[in-house]
């Protein structure tokens, strides 16, 4: 079965410092995985998304996330956040043969000033 | 523009009281599905469905229905609802297929009394 693991429920950051969002996963095969951030009020959003390659992906909003097979994680950077980046975000994996996608608990970040 | 639209996005009901939360999507995409957002439990699936006529259990089904009469909609029914039914519902869809990206609604935060 297909599951993941965010150890973090929340993390506080000081603007223009880095962010790392913890993600390991479960999973039979070769794994797909996403990023999803929830703003306040809003629906997900779609960060970025690994299927195979590069094992270091590039999405939105200068995110990026490393995939290492070894340690089973997806980890999620960002070199300098601002203060629109609080927010909760999801990692993903999947879709399965019936095209689920299993999500983690999930983080909340929170930006001082 | 390409959305999945939720109604309502905001609601408080008694328990027993059948409601209906509507769903959307102009994306022309086979597979949706209802997702329910709990704190410290992440994004689990209620339903999906592959197709028009077609749906299945998600992870957590029991006191939802679902129907899946045209491509574009997929509401969510609760035919007698209960307290253990509040929290924040989202709708998505996807093109069917592996690491396909899901889009999400708003989400409709339901409190049930």
């Known amino acids: 079965a297909q599951s993941v693991t965010q150890p973090d429920i929340h993390i506080t950051v000081s603007e223009g410092a880095s962010l790392e969002l913890r993600c390991n996963y479960s999973y039979g095969a070769t794994p797909y995985l996403f990023w999803y951030v929830q703003s306040p009020g809003q629906g997900l959003q779609l960060l970025l998304k690994y299927f195979s390659g590069d094992t270091l992906v590039q999405g939105i909003k200068g995110f990026e996330a490393e995939f290492k097979r070894s340690q089973s994680s997806f980890n999620l950077r960002k070199p300098s956040v601002h203060w629109s980046d609080a927010a909760e975000y999801f990692c993903a994996v999947g879709p399965s043969n019936d095209y689920k996608l299993s999500f983690g608990a999930g983080t909340t970040v929170t930006v001082r000033a | 523009e390409a959305q999945v639209t939720q109604n309502p996005r905001y609601l408080i009901t008694v328990t027993g009281k059948k409601l209906t939360v509507t769903c959307s999507q102009n994306m022309n995409h086979e597979y949706m599905s209802w997702y329910r957002q709990d704190p410290g439990l992440g994004l689990r699936q209620i339903y999906y469905?592959?197709?028009?006529?077609?749906?299945d259990k998600g992870d957590v089904p029991e006191g939802y229905k679902v129907s899946r009469k045209e491509k574009r909609n997929f509401p969510l029914i609760l035919e007698s609802p209960s307290p253990n039914q509040t929290s924040l519902y989202f709708c998505?869809?996807?093109?069917?297929?592996?690491?396909?990206?899901?889009?999400f609604g708003q989400g409709t935060r339901l409190t049930v009394v």
């Open positions: 998505a869809s996807s093109v069917p297929g592996q690491g396909t990206e899901a889009f």
């Open positions: 469905s592959m197709n028009v006529e077609v749906t």
